[in-house]
């Protein structure tokens, strides 16, 4: 399969070799926090976001590798590109796939140094930030924690369910609370009507909970929908 020399996208230059994959970042990017440029190996792609363009705004295509935790706009793993350009990132993307693909085969995964299994599936559509928290790949970070939604299950509460007690009293137990420490104090162990609730369960069977007013009960719903789709799809 041909390689990509220099093929400009959005404020970043892609050239890929048989082994890897070379991001030069300009100007525009390295004043946004970026690094001027990154090189990521074939055989450490786990998975890839794909955000396509809409409105007018750019798609971003994000590679994401083990040890890899972008934060704010410094995100050198992370590829802008417009409608035009979509034809060149299927082109990366069936590069990442073929390369991804042969690397697994007939590997010892248990070095770790060798290659990692691959999925080029496309993060599932929805919000991925909500409330001070967004998703990054498979993790979900806020408030200066993240966890990992592997096998994470999602549920959504409303407060208006007048009378019922909220499922935070197992996340309470379960050692984990996002948002401020003093809302446990507060009352959280039981529904305030004008408050919506998304209780996450972990894989290790720790829990955490994001509160918003009532009024944002749509946006919540929707961000509760996708951190599922986003653990169904990584499990």
Known sequence: ?????????????????PEAIVIKHGRMRRLG????GVTIAFDQIIQVSDIKPKGGKPGTYEI???????????????IWYTSRQQKEIQRLSKL?????????????T?????????????????????????VDGRKLRGEGQEFDLV????????????????????VVTGGVLFGPIGAVAGGLLRKNRNKVYIV?????????????PAKKE???RKFANHLQSVANRLS
């Open 1 to 17: 399969m041909d390689e990509m020399q220099d093929v400009k996208f959005r404020g970043s230059t892609v050239t890929t070799s």
């Open 33 to 36: 926090g970026s690094t001027p």
């Open 64 to 78: 994401i590798t083990h040890g890899y935790s972008p934060t704010g706009g410094g995100r050198p793993h992370e």
């Open 96 to 108: 990442i796939t073929a390369r991804g693909i042969a690397g697994d085969s007939g590997t010892d």
């Open 110 to 134: 248990s070095s770790s140094t060798a290659p990692v299994s691959f999925s080029a599936e496309r993060v599932p559509d929805g919000p991925v930030a909500f409330n001070g928290w967004k």
């Open 151 to 170: 096998g994470a299950k999602v549920e959504f509460e409303a407060g208006a369910n007048a009378g019922s007690r909220i499922t935070a009293t197992r």
């Open 200 to 212: 996450i369960t972990f894989a290790d069977g720790s829990s955490g909970l994001i509160e918003a």
């Open 218 to 220: 749509t946006q919540a």
